[in-house]
């Protein structure tokens, strides 16, 4: 075998600074037992700095068709283009030809980092990729100074890849006492990716009972950590693992500073391991304790490692041990006070928790990381979280309206045909493409035209950022109210494909609200912009008040004395009214109604007053 470099200063080679291809290049089934030792790859004489590359390609170290037997300890490797090192065996299934690398050795290599583990060397893709089948291959090991430091690289630290077109699969990989941190600029990317494609994908492997599915490195298992507690110098961690029955693993423990933002473990500082050995169900758990300091806003997460087939798992999920907490508030008259005598609370409304995947927009890329109830007195509890960006979803469809009258005036149950809107929010609370600077009123959620659908991320309406650091935030709060008139939608559309909800924040939906509600409600307008809003109807009137209700538009911020609130017939049909008032002891005051094909006001009881309005006029 040949020896690249060595153990002394003055056995360096620097190589940097060069074309397409790799600082090192191996070919070859000849060229077998290679020491690759304390060079400096891609970077200055003094590790302090990249020296960029005059191609557009190439690795710091490309192992390629069938060298076995490399040991690569000690390097410094940055800038790569492509990558950091990267093994690629012969594959000719025309000829029937194969040639791969096995047993290789990575140990003490910084790979995208320099020595302190601080300056950014990044490579363009993976810090190590063993692609199409790699095996018997140890990255890292169990003694000091074995583990790699792999930092700032592209996509993921480690990448184990098979190729399911051959078939071929890496078997053998034990990734064992690393350093991984601050990898994936790109979504999706995990410290330690295992795939049967032949290249980077993303995502992560979902555990299997008893560790059946196979594949690259068995596609093994990673734990389930339930918790972890420290106090006193020592850390302990709780948690399980179900893979094959009968097998002992190692399953080894790293903490981090926060929360990987694809919800699996990076493994900044490696803790400890311990050995558990699964029974007839595949099952074992463990509650090692470590010499260690933790904090509010550390995160804990953990691989797996069969010993009996050498294969190591993807990161376990990380936990933390913050809270984050907030109360639903019922704002009753709609005016975005929620400290005020006679604000309720909302008890058994949904709310989430998403993980933002690092590009601090709320959308589909973002993981739904816990959903919770809020319990009687209104409040909402998220567990377990660490240092990281989230986003806090308030469900509005099931926020239950107090007094609901059984029976319902369109369905039967306290949330089916009633919709509340939002009417205050915190800081961070998503207002148009922008947040809340300070808590306040925030009529209608992001949109106010807008019906709310926490069916998804990006459909949500009611959001609210929070950067969550250290022990986590108290708060989050959200008022909702069933009087509030937030937006100048007068049309039919059924937003919530049913035919009980209409539109969220219309006065069409107060209507209905205040049917279904017992008691007298009072509507508050709070309809953003400047002089007369006008409500267009169409397809048909508002409806009938089946209850006494006080429809009140001179609550429109700005009025002072004329009427700010225009309802506008022209689209709403032949013989159409505005309202028809079937429930005595109703109020009707401070509109401008006109171009109906009816009656503006057909009033069908008595007991009400009818005041301040301009009928017939614009």
């Known amino acids: 075998g040949n020896t690249i470099g060595g153990t002394l200063a003055a056995d360096r080679n620097v190589i940097s600074g060069n074309n397409t291809d790799s600082e090192i290049d191996l070919f070859g089934d000849q060229a077998d037992n290679n020491v690759i030792r304390g060079n400096y790859l891609g970077v200055n004489a003094t590790a302090t700095a990249v020296i960029p590359r005059t191609g557009a390609g190439g690795h710091g170290i490309t192992i390629y068709y069938g060298p076995d037997g490399t040991t690569i300890v000690g390097n410094v490797i940055g800038g790569g283009p492509s990558g950091g090192i990267r093994f690629i065996p012969w594959l000719n299934a025309a000829f029937g030809l194969t040639d791969y690398s096995d047993n290789s050795l990575i140990q003490g290599n910084w790979i995208g980092t320099d020595p302190t583990g601080t300056l950014n060397f990044g490579n363009g893709l993976e810090g190590i990729a063993l692609q199409h089948g790699i095996r018997d291959t140890l990255i890292g090991g169990t003694n000091p100074g074995e583990g790699n430091v792999i930092a700032f690289n592209g996509t993921s630290a480690v990448g184990v890849y098979g190729d399911t077109s051959e078939p071929v699969y890496s078997t053998g990989i034990r990734i064992l006492g690393n350093s991984f941190y601050s990898n994936g600029q790109v979504a999706n990317a995990l410290a330690i990716e295992i795939t049967d494609s032949p290249t980077f994908t993303g995502g992560v492997n979902a555990n299997d009972a008893l560790d059946l599915d196979g594949g690259s490195n068995g596609f ?74 933790l904090v509010a806003g550390q995160s804990v997460s953990a691989t797996a490692t069969n010993l009996s087939t050498n294969e190591t798992s993807e990161f376990s999920r990380w936990i933390g041990i913050s809270t984050l907490t907030g109360t639903v508030y019922n704002d009753v008259d709609g005016d975005a006070d929620v400290a005020e005598g006679g604000t309720l609370t909302v008890a058994g409304a949904t709310v989430k928790l998403y993980l933002d995947d690092g590009d601090g927009v709320a959308n589909a890329g973002d993981l739904l990381w816990q959903t919770t109830t809020t319990n009687g007195s209104g409040v909402y509890t998220f567990t377990q979280l660490a240092n990281a960006t989230y986003w806090v979803v308030v469900d509005s469809k099931t926020i239950a309206a107090p007094g609901y009258t059984a029976g319902g005036y369109v369905g039967a149950s306290p949330t089916d045909d009633v919709w509340a809107d939002q009417t205050y929010g915190v800081a961070g609370a998503a207002q148009g493409a922008g947040y809340l600077g300070a808590s306040g009123a925030l009529y209608g959620g992001k949109g106010a035209s807008v019906s709310d659908n926490a069916a998804a991320l990006a459909t949500a309406e009611h959001v609210t950022r929070v950067a969550l650091s250290g022990a986590g935030p108290a708060g989050i709060d959200y008022g909702f109210s069933f009087s509030a008139v937030v937006n100048t939608r007068g049309d039919m559309t059924d937003d919530d494909g049913s035919a009980d909800r209409m539109q969220q924040g219309s006065l069409r939906q107060f209507i209905l609200n205040s049917n279904a509600i017992a008691g007298t409600q009072t509507s508050n307008f709070s309809i953003a912009g400047a002089g007369v809003r006008t409500i267009a109807i169409t397809g048909t009137g508002l409806g009938d008040l089946q209850d006494a209700v006080i429809l009140d538009a001179t609550t429109q911020e700005g009025f002072a004395g004329s009427p700010l609130i225009e309802l506008d017939g022209t689209g709403a049909g032949a013989g159409a009214e505005a309202f028809n008032v079937d429930a005595g002891g109703s109020t009707v005051r401070g509109f401008i109604i006109n171009r109906f094909g009816s009656d503006g006001i057909q009033v069908n009881s008595t007991g009400n007053t009818i005041a301040g309005n301009w009928i017939g006029l614009s």
């Open 220 to 293: 093994q298992n990673s734990p389930v950590l339930s918790g972890w507690t420290s106090s006193g110098g020592l850390t302990t961690i709780n948690g399980t693992l179900n893979s094959n029955a009968g097998t002992s693993f190692r399953v080894e423990f790293f903490a981090n500073d926060g929360g990987d933002r694809t919800g699996v473990g990076a493994g900044r500082r490696y803790l400890g391991f311990v050995n558990v050995t699964t029974n007839g169900a595949g099952n074992a758990s463990f509650n090692p304790s470590f010499s260690a300091s």
